[in-house]
């Protein structure tokens, strides 16, 4: 039942890095806008980073200069490589693909903790 599958997310310590991937077998990338959303505890989702189908990306304000967004169509794989990482960062992170009039799709979410 799951369309989207995350992965690469753990524990890390404030000024570490990590880098989220997002696969799919039945969903291909190259024909959707794709993105990356984040919820940390009682807090609501919000929008990480965004990558459209002709690649041009955009980034939350709180990330920029720390996370990039990039996605590889021959391997139908997104990413999202961490730097800089801040106890703030600390949520579930989801894997979004946006088709136009289709809808959106979701991952189940990857866990990021950023602890020392």
């Known amino acids: 039942q799951v369309q989207l599958v995350e992965s690469g997310g753990g524990l890390v310590q404030p000024g570490g890095s990590l880098r989220l991937s997002c696969a799919s077998s039945v969903i291909i990338f190259s024909r959707n806008d794709m993105g990356w959303y984040r919820q940390a505890p009682g807090k609501q989702r919000e929008l990480v980073a965004t990558?459209?189908?002709?690649?041009?990306?955009n980034y939350a304000d709180s990330v920029k200069g720390r996370f990039t967004i990039s996605r590889n169509n021959a391997k139908n794989t997104m990413y999202l490589q961490m730097n800089s990482l801040k106890p703030e960062d600390t949520a579930v992170y989801y894997c979004?693909?946006?088709?136009?009039?289709?809808?959106?799709?979701w991952g189940q979410g990857t866990q990021v903790t950023v602890s020392s």
């Open positions: 979004n693909a946006k088709s136009p009039y289709l809808g959106d799709y």
């Open positions: 990558i459209s189908r002709g690649g041009s990306t």
